[in-house]
């Protein structure tokens, strides 16, 4: 049973993002979510702060906007309403409009939300899932709206690309998250929210959700960290995963300049294979790709990268591949997260069977490797992986309907 808000009607839905704001993300004003603290001293002077108080109240907008988590000038107390109104005038800081907010049974929540068209035509719908488990709640964002990539096991692969998020969009999920979620100090827990306990609700983020990270490289970065900066939002780079497909220039330059976990998509142990699964590596072959891994920086026991490794019925299941994948990874610290395939109308594949994916983790993890069975989370919300589309390419019903069948079999109890 999902537990969804009957958000048919636009009062509603303007009930439920009002919560976080007054009024919408605008793209007639600047934003100054997802600018860097010195890009936003810069933007404040050109409105006509004076030089010397920018660094200041930069400082101050940083607080309000991340530990805080305001999204109305007004609400910013220690600066005067002369500064406020000059802010409101040149900037937004506002809330993308969230569209629907879906709670499955196993309390995965997923919300649709819309940002401005940016020269796409129309607007863009994407969506963020929350992931809640005992000791970690992990948020899972996504970078583009589509993908330009096909990977034949993924749904926004069948999707068209239709453009990159913006760095206040990637971190405008975040916010959004710990708004609904009551995740912000000093904040009033919203209806629906989980708890007021001073825990925090979002301890990790993945960049896992639609889109190539690595294929919007600058805004991405922009938005992870500010994500960890200790004086804002302060998760702990550790805490975040970037999750690619293989691109390999990238890899080198996320290990440089930003300094997240890296997760790697592989899904095949030998080229053949994984030119067909995961095109990319045509481009970028698995030497190339684990090469770039061994030279991530910082990697050590402690610090892992994590492969994900779906498991495709008769393709890249069998115990001989499991040989091989132990063989490609050694000397690197490695932990391979098995994904059961999950199922969408018109994919070519078919999950494998549940003992053959133990017996395969079993397998790997005799060769020393730590590889957990990613459990199916909130496929009944249609949030696991790969079943991102957005609303823009929403389903016909009668695929919902194929799709709520197909996901029956794969419940998350
Ligand atoms: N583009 C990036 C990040 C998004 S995909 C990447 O490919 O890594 C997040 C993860 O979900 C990837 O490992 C992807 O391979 C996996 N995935 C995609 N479709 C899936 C499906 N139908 N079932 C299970 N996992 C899937
Ligand atoms: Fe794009 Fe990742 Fe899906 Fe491949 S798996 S199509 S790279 S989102």
Redesign the pocket.
Known sequence: MVVSLDLSDRDKRAALSASAGASFMDEQKKPLIGLSREEMRLVLIEIGVPEKQAKMRTSQIWHWLYVRGVSDFALMANISKVLREMLEESFSIARPEIVEEQISKDGTRKWLMRFPARGAGKPVDIETVYIPEKNRGTLCISS?VG?????T??????QRMVRNLTSEEILAQLLVAKDRLGDFPDRDTPQGGIAPERVRLVSNIVM?????PLYNFENVKSALLIASDSDGIALSKRRITL???GVVPGIYRTGEEIGVALAI?LHAVNDELRNEL?P?NKKYPLKELLDACRNYPGINNARRITFEYVMLKGVNDSLNDAKELARLLKGIPAKINLIPFNPWPGSEHECSDWDQIEKFADFINACGYASPIRRPRGSDIMAAC?QLKSESEKMKARERLAMAAMVSGHGDE
């Open positions: 583009q993908c330009t990539l096909t990977c096991f993924c749904h926004t692969g069948t896992m959700g639609m889109g190539e999750s690619t497909s998509s995961v990319i790969g």
